[in-house]
């Protein structure tokens, strides 16, 4: 049985946090937030990949193509029945006239649709992406890549060879055939420290894997030196070595203390860290539903002008953490019901058993 890490639930949930804080500029008026939108991204989509990572090479064991058979299965089986639905609600949503953003109008792009539904995002450039969903493309391309080169990977250092070897082959499809989304680049060096972070096991494991780590980073800039164009690859910004500092901290404290700890609020961390997927699914819609149902209660030209901005910040945004906890509630109860009904028929069965083989 995988043990609970309240660390890892207490990241998640300041990551869905930050990514709302990231989308809010789009249903407010108060420009503290465009100044901010990309901070908060960056951070929030930087914790989920880390802890992504981190949490993939920790619960499993890759020393088998049967192993990352099993793996992938099982992260499909997680991440598609509410990633499909989210993209029904959009479509609906468009179709009725709403305007989402970030949704780029998918009813009006077959094309846009197919994509998405299909979770092609990590392979196809931004310009065919839903512009907050391309996450669950990129994560998969990544839990593919990585499983494989878990697979072979002996060591740290075989590990980071490999991950080297596998950053160039993306970056030539980026440059020669337009393939790729930026994002895999831009999130590629979290998701491999993740992966550090879960076998560092002691002060000397620690050290040795920040050494060749450094190594790896240092050659990729190098590189870029030479005259080989790897801005895309490895364009390290100081977001960037501000997360990684914070990463080595992370794993510091792993070694050097217990996970076992409860925290004062752990409930309440436990369902926001458990209804992250939904939240960050489901707060674009449900922000866009929230406003547009306060603008039409209430004449705000009546009141003070910053009115709407504050009713969503202050209630709007638990009302999105609630509805997203709540989704995900009342969708897993659907699903479980619905496996249930699958495996009791023979026929269904059966072919689940060939499928799983």
């Known amino acids: 049985m995988k043990t609970r890490i309240q660390e890892i639930d207490a990241l998640r949930s300041i990551a869905i946090i930050f990514i709302i804080f990231a989308h809010i500029d789009s249903f407010t008026n108060l420009t503290i937030f465009n100044k901010l939108a990309g901070i908060f991204a960056f951070f929030g989509l930087s914790i989920f990949f880390f802890i992504s990572g981190f949490l993939m090479c920790s619960n499993n ?3 088998t193509v049967k ?6 299965k099982n992260r499909v089986a997680k991440i598609y029945p509410l990633y499909f639905f989210s993209i029904i609600i959009i479509y609906a949503m468009n179709k009725i006239g709403l305007n989402i953003p970030y949704s780029n109008d998918i009813a009006a792009n077959k094309l846009l649709l197919l994509l998405n539904i299909l979770g092609l995002q990590g392979l196809i450039s931004e310009n065919y992406n839903l512009s907050v969903w391309w996450f669950v493309g990129v994560i998969l391309l990544y839990y593919f890549l990585f499983s494989i080169i878990l697979l072979y990977s002996k060591s740290v250092r075989s590990l980071l060879i490999f991950s080297f070897l596998m950053g160039f082959i993306l970056l030539f499809l980026r440059n020669e055939f337009n393939l790729i ?4 680049f831009n999130y590629y ?6 992966i550090l972070s879960s076998t560092a096991e002691s002060l000397t494991s620690l050290k040795k894997i920040t050494l060749y780590y450094s190594i790896f980073l240092l050659t990729l800039l190098l590189i870029s030196y030479a005259g080989i164009d790897t801005n895309t690859l490895a364009d390290i910004s100081k977001r960037d070595i501000i ?33 992250s997927y939904s939240i960050y699914l489901f707060h674009i819609l449900i922000l866009t539903l929230f406003k547009l149902l306060i603008d ?3 004449p705000f030209e009546a009141y003070n002008r910053y009115l709407p901005d504050y009713i969503i910040i202050f209630i709007g945004i638990p009302f999105t953490l609630f509805s997203g906890s709540f989704i995900m509630i009342k969708f897993n109860i659907f699903y479980k019901k619905l496996t249930f009904k699958i495996r009791s028929n023979p026929l269904l069965l059966r072919w689940l058993d060939a499928f799983n083989s």
């Open 243 to 275: 997360f990684l500092i914070s990463a080595f901290i992370f794993t510091f404290f792993k070694i050097n203390f217990s996970f076992n700890r409860r925290f004062k609020f752990s409930f309440l961390v436990d369902k926001l860290a458990d209804s």
């Open 296 to 298: 039409l209660l209430i």
């Open 181 to 184: 989304h930026t994002n895999v």
């Open 189 to 194: 060096f979290i998701f491999i420290a993740g």
């Open 67 to 72: 192993d990352i058979n099993s793996f992938l």
């Open 61 to 63: 064991r890759f020393t």
